[in-house]
């Protein structure tokens, strides 16, 4: 693995082995390898949603490897599980970072009869 994997201490990748176990594929990999064109995928991939699975098509055992670290590397993300063609990478948001549309938004608690009758009670009296 790269080192970018020791970061991540036993109990951190069980949680995100757990969080990704009902992921599907989001990028597949295929004959051509790791192309420009996929990298940023992978990369667009990991700034929106953080935790990402990938497939991976008709690449040796042997290959799989350097491809795994390539792309630990060049978009600073970690391995998170390895299992024959699927892998899971992580990347944390950066704190700076501007979350997409949606994203960060709550829903609304559920406003009890008392509490809506109070505002209909203060609409009236304005």
């Known amino acids: 693995m790269t080192e970018n994997t020791t970061q991540l201490s ?3 990748r069980r949680a995100l082995r757990a969080a ?3 992921l599907q594929p989001v990028v597949s990999i295929s004959q051509k ?7 940023a995928e992978v ?11 990938l497939r991976l098509y008709g690449i040796e055992r ?3 490897e350097g491809l795994f670290s390539e792309i630990c ?30 994203v960060g ?5 559920p406003i009890s009869k008392k509490r809506a009758a109070a505002r209909l009670a203060a609409r009236s009296h304005k």
């Open 62 to 64: 042997e290959h799989r």
């Open 33 to 39: 390898g790791l192309t420009p064109s996929v990298l």
């Open 73 to 102: 590397t060049t978009l600073k993300c970690h391995t998170v599980q390895h299992i024959g063609n699927l892998i899971v990478l992580w990347r944390e948001h950066p704190k700076d970072a501007v979350a997409p549309a949606g």
């Open 20 to 22: 990704a176990h009902h």
């Open 43 to 53: 990369d667009r991939c990991l700034t929106a949603h953080e935790l990402i699975k």
């Open 10 to 12: 036993p109990a951190q």
């Open 105 to 109: 938004r709550r829903k609304p608690e």
